[in-house]
């Protein structure tokens, strides 16, 4: 036994490796619902309004009114709340499909939506193929005397160039039917459902299962004759098995958190978000995803078609159609929270490990607590800097016989706390640290008086009371 006094952790950042996690089933909050005479009827996108309590939505296509609405969300089944509606002036609602907000104060409408495809009438197309994003003021919004806003209109298309395949051509176009949106250092970033393009019908290689990431950067001055052209930046499989039907992987709302570390995308049956991203080098982080169930044993699908941060862990979600609904997710319980004692798979701890940003902390559910967790396959290696945290009191037991615990490779930095180590007939069976590693009220155990359960190779550091019983 060896207590020492220690300053604060330190935190640093690590870029992950691509990686995509399953975490299981969840259920979500019941945020209220839209009543069946309410004039929003296809809630298709969501925006928080500056009082950081209400959002903002609208209808999808198809529509007469070119209103959006401001409202309140309820609880379990209760009539939502409108609390403002604004006519958006010099529009028509071909396809409204989301809303993003900046950090200027504006909401921006985006009709991104298949405008054409390639079942559309060539007659029609050449003017539906240019697509618009009205960027709309809060402050006219809830100004007391509005009951109308005029927008700022920026027209754009999609490019024929830029692709992983390059065979698109001059008389080529490409026509996105695009759900989701974000807005990210003064750019709108767009995720697509499906996409088409004519007369080829296959320029640009598109792939079934992903979505195609566009940038667009808001210029003033364009129009119908001369629109702003995104640009194509990436791609991502959301096709996780070959049985996978569309309602699992087509996108249909994005948002981004307030600090900005978390891109969420929803389909009707799954939400992803994607962490330890650098820049808008989004889909390269980390994806974690989970599948919506209504009683944790189940799996369903369900029409949402918009999702908002309402801080920087939890989301808001809204459900397309007559009658629909809000509903709310916790993120990071998905993500860092330990649910289960399995060595691995949704829930478990070495899931969560892989979902973390660097600097995370990661915490166990109650039942955990005094629970052991058995890792029968491979040692816990921490990949990145990371925290496992257990508050006084509330211990945790990590338990392997056939593997060393864990493993803290060389430039990573760990923090332990309240979490007891059990090793058995391995040699050096307990905590190998080539890193940093800070243990706090800690106990490692050794079932053999004769193997180490601490080995160590890097920088260790001790606070309050550790038992290392070799």
């Known amino acids: 036994m060896r207590p020492l006094a220690l300053v604060l952790f330190f935190i640093s950042f690590y870029h992950a490796i691509d990686a995509q996690v399953y975490q299981g089933l969840i259920v979500p909050d019941?945020?209220?619902r839209f009543g069946n005479s309410s004039p929003i009827?296809?809630?298709?996108g969501l925006a928080l309004d500056q009082n950081g309590v209400s959002y903002w939505t609208h209808n999808d296509q198809g529509n007469p009114l070119t209103d959006v609405y401001k409202i309140l969300t309820a609880t379990g089944e209760q009539t939502i709340t409108i609390q403002k509606t604004v006519e958006v002036l010099n529009t028509v609602n071909l396809d409204w499909e989301d809303m993003a907000k900046d950090d200027a104060g504006n909401i921006y409408l985006c009709?991104?939506?298949?405008?054409?495809?390639?079942?559309?009438?060539?007659?029609?197309?050449?003017?539906?193929?240019v697509f618009k994003v009205y960027k709309l003021p809060l402050a006219s919004l809830n100004h007391p005397d509005s009951v109308s806003v005029t927008p700022e209109t920026f027209y754009f298309k999609y490019p024929l160039m830029g692709y992983d395949v390059n065979n698109c051509g001059p008389d080529d176009t490409v026509f996105v039917n695009c759900e989701a949106s974000i807005w990210y250092n003064d750019a709108m970033y767009f995720f697509t459902k499906n996409i088409w393009s004519k007369s080829t019908n296959n320029c640009g290689g598109w792939l079934e299962g992903y979505t195609y990431m566009f940038k667009l950067s808001l210029t003033a001055g364009s129009s119908m004759e001369n629109p702003l052209v995104a640009q194509y930046i990436a791609k991502v499989n959301l096709?996780?098995?070959?049985?996978?039907?569309?309602?699992?992987?087509?996108?249909?709302?994005?948002a981004i958190s307030p600090d900005e570390t978390i891109l969420a995308l929803v389909t009707y049956g799954r939400i992803w978000q994607f962490r330890n991203f650098t820049g808008d080098d989004f889909l390269s982080g980390t994806a974690t995803y989970n599948d919506y169930s209504n009683t944790g044993l189940d799996t369903i699908t369900r029409g949402y078609e918009g999702v908002e941060f309402l801080n920087n862990r939890y989301i808001t979600l809204c459900v397309d159609g007559v009658n629909g609904r809000l509903s709310g997710i916790d993120?990071?319980?998905?993500?860092?929270w330990v649910r289960n004692v399995n060595n691995a798979g949704p829930g478990s701890l070495r899931n969560a490990m892989l979902s973390v940003t660097?600097?995370?902390?990661?915490?166990?559910?109650?039942?955990?607590?005094?629970d052991t967790i058995q890792v029968t396959s491979t040692p816990l290696i921490f990949d990145k800097n990371m925290?496992?945290?257990q508050p006084n009191g509330q211990p945790v037991f990590i338990k392997a016989f056939t593997t060393n615990v864990m493993t803290v490779p060389t430039g990573k930095t760990v923090s332990l706390r309240n979490i007891h180590l059990i090793c058995g007939n391995v040699t050096n069976g307990g905590i190998i640290n080539s890193g940093t590693l800070w243990l706090e009220n800690m106990n490692i155990n050794s079932a053999n008086p004769a193997n180490r359960s601490l080995i160590n190779m890097g920088n260790l550091n001790v606070r309050g009371v550790c038992w290392l019983n070799n």
């Open 111 to 129: 009709q991104v939506g298949k405008n054409c495809n390639a079942n559309s009438d060539p007659l029609e197309c050449p003017t539906r193929y």
């Open 30 to 32: 019941k945020k209220g």
């Open 358 to 370: 660097a600097g995370d902390t990661i915490h166990f559910l109650p039942h955990i607590i005094n």
């Open 41 to 44: 009827t296809q809630a298709s």
């Open 387 to 389: 925290h496992l945290i």
């Open 239 to 254: 096709k996780m098995s070959a049985s996978d039907l569309p309602a699992k992987y087509q996108v249909t709302a994005a």
């Open 331 to 336: 993120l990071d319980s998905l993500a860092l």
